[in-house]
């Protein structure tokens, strides 16, 4: 049986945007209760409306899987202004690096993810990326963008917009540094 519930819960209330880590941002449509194996859960019902998605939380589990509100402005902006700096793109093997950029998209945490869009985008006069730098890109591109949007009340394209015009005007990587990451990635 499933009953409707108070509308807030742990300072989450039903119709407020939340970032969970593992999906990004979507919204909480409703707090229920549901009986699972005799017990009697309360549960997050929350709706991931891109990917067609609806995951049920467990109150209790909140903390531990990371779920939090969306980020303030103050930490979009520090996010804007990371894409912005030098990439730093260490000098080991890559899969121990899309391990680490994975993790970070992963985290929920948007200072780590606009660190790994600021690691992998490559402008136009830079060599082309591998299929696999590629994805990582986009899935962290699309974190990022969904959580500014939300936070600024902008479409996606405006997002993608405001974060790809951040990235023109990071330092431009050397010819020499991009070989020595294409380099890397054929070592791998």
Known sequence: MVAKKQQQRLGFRTGEPVVYPAHGVGMIVAIDEQEVAGLVLELFVISFEQDKLTLRVPVAKVKSV???KLAEEDEVNK???TVTGRARVKRTMWSRRAQEYEA???????IAISEVVRDLYRSEDQPEQSYSERQLFEQAMD????????????TLTEAVQLIEKQLAKSPKRSKADAADAESDEEAA
């Open 66 to 68: 990371g779920m939090r």
């Open 79 to 81: 996010a804007l202004e």
């Open 104 to 110: 970070k998209i992963n985290s929920g945490d948007l």
């Open 143 to 154: 974190r990022m963008s969904r959580e500014i949007g939300a936070v600024r009340k902008l």
